[in-house]
């Protein structure tokens, strides 16, 4: 089994800056995806961001969102830029060992998330 835990959410005003960890624990990998999703009320999980070979991004946050993974750590992280109220949600963080996904039913491990609300 694989534990991942999100830290990092908070209140930050609009143009302000966040950044999310989620330390993985657990069973090991030799490769794996690490991605970020959110969900807003009423809204379904979307894609934020991912990274295994390579960084891949929802075009939403392109330019103003940087995922980063520290192997030797087990751990990912979010660093959120520009922020803007449309990007309050509850983010979560998410590991799967196959996929190179953007859907969230394709990845088995998840963390609990962490709020993040941006106000204006």
């Known amino acids: 089994q694989v534990q991942l835990v999100e830290s990092g959410g908070g209140l930050a005003q609009a143009g302000g800056s966040l950044r999310l960890s989620c330390a993985a624990s657990g069973r090991t990998f030799s490769t794996y995806t690490m991605a970020w999703f959110r969900q807003a009320p009423g809204k379904e999980r979307e894609f934020v961001a991912s990274i295994r070979w390579s960084t891949i991004y929802a075009d939403f946050v392109k330019g103003r969102f940087t995922i980063s993974r520290d192997n030797a750590k087990n751990t990912v992280y979010l660093q959120m830029n520009s922020l803007k109220p449309e990007d309050t949600a509850v983010y979560y963080c998410?590991?799967?060992?196959?996929?190179?996904?953007?859907?969230?039913?394709?990845?088995?491990?998840w963390g609990q998330g962490t709020q993040v609300t941006v106000s204006s």
């Open positions: 998410a590991l799967d060992e196959r996929v190179i996904s953007r859907t969230p039913r394709e990845y088995d491990y």
